[in-house]
């Protein structure tokens, strides 16, 4: 019953932004703490950044301020805005709660940045 559903990603040029949605369902979205993380190709996936239940946001170090996470109790949706993107940003971008459901990952949506 668990869904979480990534999307808003896409192609876009050094230096854009995008603004990612994961809609999530099935579970008591407004009492976890949620998260992005992302994986580039050929690696694990990693984490990106956390939002918990009263809206305060954590970041990897790696993120230098570009990426905001939000989060929107009562559409249950979390979001991550993301800003001056850079080739090394292009990977695909997964929601979860944390702790992450173990195999209840969805399907991520790709992100490029290219010129």
């Known amino acids: 019953q668990v869904q979480l559903v990534e999307s808003g990603g896409g192609l876009v040029q050094p230096g854009g932004s995008l603004r990612l949605s994961c809609a999530a369902s099935?579970?008591?979205?407004?009492?976890?703490?949620m998260a992005w993380f992302r994986q580039f190709p050929g690696k694990q996936r990693e984490w990106v950044a956390t939002?918990?239940?009263?809206?305060?946001?954590h970041y990897d170090y790696s993120m230098e301020g570009r990426f905001i996470i939000s989060r929107d109790n009562a559409k249950n949706t979390v979001y991550l805005q993301m800003n001056s993107l850079k080739p090394g940003d292009t990977g695909v971008y997964y929601c979860?709660?944390?702790?992450?459901?173990?195999?209840?990952w969805g399907q991520g949506t790709q992100v490029t940045v290219s010129a």
């Open positions: 099935g579970f008591s979205f407004e009492v976890e703490t």
């Open positions: 939002i918990d239940s009263g809206g305060n946001p």
């Open positions: 979860n709660r944390i702790p992450p459901f173990p195999h209840l």
